[in-house]
């Protein structure tokens, strides 16, 4: 049966990183939101151009298109095959209903959620040294805030649905990938 992951954690929190680490081991198709909008966007589809008109007014693209492009990729035959690993979606407790909905009426689930915990004063320090000219200590912090605003919910979702496994995220990338493993391999 395939796995269906979820990588959660805030911004700095080495999801991207462990998820190059489990494509690696494991079939699941990495799939980022980014990556997803992005293809949208430059293949001018219709769901491309409804969330231009958001984007470029300087708005939060809505739930149902961002659903309906996360839903468009999940149907695509290598994530059938090989399951999906999600990076940033959802990023609320309505788009985790409308998940769990869609595979539901797919006749699958999400396996396990794996929520990278690190520390706040790591994670500043991690965002400062990407070197990134919008890391500011200011921007870095509101950043936090409003991911935090974000994550919890999902934590709480994610825990109550039994599917949440909580990963020490702030020590060494091995360290990290080694419970990462531990999760994985008991699915």
Do not use: C, W
């Amino acid at each position: 049966m395939t796995k269906n992951l979820i990588l959660l954690g805030l911004p700095g929190a080495g999801k991207g990183t462990q998820a190059d680490f489990i494509v690696k081991d494991y079939p699941n198709v990495h799939i980022s939101t980014g990556d997803i909008f992005r293809a949208n966007l430059t293949d001018n589809t219709e769901l491309g151009q409804k969330a231009r008109t958001y984007m470029d007014a300087g708005n939060l693209v809505p739930d149902e298109v961002t659903n309906a492009m996360v839903a468009e990729r999940l149907s695509q035959a290598d994530v059938k095959t090989a399951g999906f690993m999600l990076d940033g979606y959802p990023r609320n407790e309505a788009q985790a209903e409308f998940l769990d909905s869609y595979l539901k009426e797919n006749g699958s689930s999400v396996s396990a959620t794996l929520y990278f915990e690190v520390s706040d004063s790591l994670l500043r320090e991690r965002l400062l040294g990407r070197g990134r000219e919008d890391d500011t200590p200011e921007v870095i912090d509101n950043r936090l805030v409003v991911n935090k605003a974000a994550n919890l919910p999902l934590v709480d979702y994610y825990q109550k649905a039994g599917v949440l496994h909580t990963i020490n995220g702030g020590r060494e990338l091995t360290e990290v990938y080694r419970d990462v493993k531990k999760v994985l391999d008991t699915l």
